[in-house]
């Protein structure tokens, strides 16, 4: 009967490390620069940059972010959770 609660102990503290790892995953702030290049693409547009933003749920972007990314795109998108329940859209608004 030791054993099992050994093994309930070990299975909590698993659990617990997991969810930790997965909430600091889902925090961090991460840019990534990639170059696509379609053959297809009217040369009259020249470099096109864009800064694709999304999953941002409740955060909040982070000033320090806006301020890197400040004049190094052509086009901002805004994609993928935005708003959920119990985020009021006077905080969406306020990020944007």
Do not use: C, N
Request: proline content about 2%; aromatic content about 14%; charged content about 25%.
């Amino acid at each position: 009967m030791l054993w099992l609660s050994g093994l309930f102990l070990i299975i909590i503290l698993l659990s617990f490390a997991t969810i930790f790892y997965m909430w600091r995953t889902a925090m961090q702030v991460r840019v990534i620069s990639q170059d696509l290049y379609f053959k297809d693409f009217p040369e009259g547009f020249g470099d096109v940059r864009i800064f694709f933003i999304s999953d941002i749920h409740r955060r909040i972007v982070a000033d320090k972010l806006i301020e890197e990314t400040r004049d190094k795109a052509d086009l901002v998108i805004i994609g993928g959770d935005i708003r959920e329940s119990g985020v009021p859209l006077e905080r969406v608004e306020k990020i944007y």
